[in-house]
């Protein structure tokens, strides 16, 4: 776990990335497609995340509105007996897009959203709730909010890009001082 000293104030976030979804098994990149479920091995790994949680006070589980991402909160919500949310925000980052006739038209890579706002807006009020959450999310947003919160350790610092975030891992944060690292308004 990495813990960011600071406050009094202390409670604990688990970031989780949802387990393996039918398009992980075959290599798919699935960015804002919200449908793909979860495999068999995803579910398994789901519901694996909810028990190594048991002994860890969980409040509540917020998720991405992606099918895969829900299915693995309900699945650890199940083990937990607590809450799931769902929160669009913690969606994949999407391609960006400018809405002209170019877009359809370009034979250049696409360029892919920065999602800080939003994950930044989710932090903020995440840290505005007592107790401990755990957020499902997807491995490009695993990533920012770990870069986000300076919160890499020797674990996370080969996660170059969320396809390296193994399905179902879990990183636990302290959210101590969270406007040291994620600038407030």
């Not at 949802?18 to 497609?33: C, K, Y």
């Not at 479920?37 to 190594?52: D, E």
């Not at 980052?93 to 002209?100: E, P, Y």
Request: charged share 25%; net charge positive.
């Amino acid at each position: 776990m990495i813990e960011l000293v600071g406050s009094p104030r202390n409670h604990l976030l688990w970031v989780v990335r949802h387990g393996e979804s039918t398009w992980n098994a075959i290599g798919r990149i699935q960015r804002e497609i919200a449908h793909p479920p979860l495999t068999a091995r995803g579910t398994t790994q789901a519901y694996a995340a909810g028990y190594a949680l048991r002994d860890k006070n969980i409040d509540r589980i917020v998720s991405s509105d992606a099918v895969r991402a829900r299915q693995t909160a309900q699945s650890m919500a199940t083990v937990l007996s607590v809450p799931a949310t769902v929160d669009g925000r913690l969606r994949e980052r999407a391609w960006r897009r400018t809405g002209t006739l170019a877009d359809a038209d370009s034979h250049r890579p696409a360029r892919l959203e920065d999602p800080t706002e939003r994950i930044r807006t989710v932090l903020l009020d995440l840290d505005a709730m007592d107790g401990s959450t755990v957020v499902v999310t997807h491995g490009d947003i695993v990533c920012a909010i770990l870069d986000m919160l300076h919160a890499r350790d020797a674990t996370t610092r080969h996660w170059r890009t969320g396809t390296d975030v193994p399905n179902g891992s879990m990183v636990g944060i302290n959210m101590r001082r969270l406007s040291r690292f994620v600038d407030l308004p």
